[in-house]
C-alpha cells in the first residue's frame, strides 16, 4: 500500500478477544503504521499475562505504544491517555507513518475522537492523596461523600468505579466547583479525519474464546502473577488496576474468599460481560468498517479511499 500523506488515524476498535492485535499486526506488515494501545488495562506494568499483553517478541517486532507506561499503584485518567496518544500521533504523520489505534477501552477513544471537559489537572500530591484515602475508606464510603458534594455525579457513577468516584472528588478539590458543574467546558479532541474498523466476531465464538484465553492464561502462570502484584504494600482491590477483569477475582480467590473453580468462573463471567459492555458501545458507532473476520485486503482498500 502506498503511504497515505492526508493525516488520517485508525481506529481499530472491538471487544475483547475480537483479535484486534493480530489485524494491527496484518496492517503493519502491509504498509508503515504506528500501533497506539487504547486499553486501559495493558498501560500497567507487571500486568502481562491476564491483560493478554502482546509478548516480547511481538512487541519487538512490531512495537505498541501506551504499553507498560504506569505502575499498578499510579492514577492514568483519559485525560493523561488523550495527551499521550495526540503526542503518538503527531511523532507518526513526522515518520510518515500512519496511525492505528488499537484497542477496546471506549472512554479512551471517545476522549480523543469528541474531547473532554476542561477540568483541572491531577498533581501528585492530589493523586496520592485521593490513593491513600481509597486505601483507607473503600470505594462505597468515598461515593457517599461525593453524593454529599456532588449528588448529580455520583448518581452517574456506579460506587465501585473507584477511578471516577475519586477523580470526580479530586476535580472538587483542586477546583472548588463539581465534576458536573465544569463538564459542559470541553477540551477538543483530535482535528484529523478518522477512519473507523470494528471487529466484531459472532457472540457465541466472542464467549468461546474469553474461554479458551482465560483458561490459557491460569496455564501460563497467571495466578503466580497476582501473587507476585499482592507483595506489593500499595496495592489493593480498588485500585483500577486491580479492579481490571481477572485480576479482582485471582485477588479474591488469593485472599481465601473464593475457590480456584469459583475464581475461573466468575473471572469468565465478568469477561463476557465487558464484551457485552464493549458490543453494545460499538453499536453506537457509524461510518465504520465492520468485520466479523480479519479481511486484511477490506481493511486497507477502506483506509485508502
Known amino acids: ?88 500521533i503527531q511523532a507518526a504523520f513526522e515518520n510518515n507513518e500512519t496511525p492505528v489505534l488499537v484497542g477496546g477501552t471506549s472512554f479512551y477513544f471517545n476522549a480523543l475522537e469528541h474531547g473532554l471537559s476542561n477540568l483541572p489537572e491531577s498533581t501528585v500530591e492530589s493523586r496520592n492523596k485521593y490513593n491513600q484515602l481509597l486505601k483507607e475508606k473503600g470505594s462505597a464510603a468515598l461515593h457517599d461523600d461525593l453524593n454529599k458534594i ?57 464467549h468461546q474464546r474469553i474461554e479458551k484465553r482465560f483458561l490459557s492464561m491460569m496455564d501460563e502462570g497467571f495466578l503466580s502473577e497476582v501473587e507476585q502484584l499482592k507483595q506489593n504494600p500499595n496495592l489493593h482491590e480498588d485500585l483500577p488496576s486491580i479492579r481490571c477483569v481477572g485480576y479482582r477475582q485471582a485477588w479474591q480467590h488469593l485472599n481465601g474468599d473464593i475457590n480456584q473453580e469459583t475464581m475461573i468462573e466468575l473471572a469468565i463471567i465478568a469477561t463476557r460481560q465487558l464484551c457485552k459492555r464493549q458490543s453494545t458501545w460499538l ?19 477502506f483506509i485508502q479511499q
Open 1 to 88: 500500500m502506498t503511504q497515505s500523506t492526508n493525516n488520517t488515524v485508525v481506529f481499530l476498535m472491538g471487544p475483547t478477544a475480537s483479535g484486534k492485535t493480530a489485524l494491527a499486526i496484518q496492517l503493519a506488515q502491509q504498509f508503515k503504521v504506528r500501533i497506539i494501545s487504547v486499553d486501559s488495562a495493558l498501560i500497567y506494568k507487571g500486568m502481562d499475562i491476564g491483560t493478554a499483553k502482546p509478548d516480547t517478541d511481538t512487541l519487538t517486532a512490531y512495537p505498541h505504544h501506551l504499553i507498560d507506561i504506569c505502575e499498578p499503584d499510579q492514577s492514568y485518567s483519559a485525560y493523561d491517555f488523550s495527551q499521550d496518544a495526540k503526542q503518538q
Open 150 to 206: 456532588d449528588p448529580k455525579t455520583a448518581e452517574r457513577i456506579h460506587p465501585n468505579d473507584a477511578q471516577r468516584v475519586t477523580r470526580a472528588l479530586e476535580v472538587f478539590d483542586l477546583s472548588g466547583k463539581t465534576l458536573s458543574d465544569l463538564q459542559g467546558n470541553k477540551k477538543p479532541g483530535i482535528d484529523y479525519p478518522i477512519k473507523k474498523i470494528i471487529l466484531m466476531p459472532p457472540r457465541g465464538e466472542l
Open 283 to 301: 453499536k453506537s458507532e457509524t461510518d465504520a468498517l465492520i468485520l466479523e473476520t480479519i479481511d486484511v485486503e477490506s481493511v486497507v482498500n
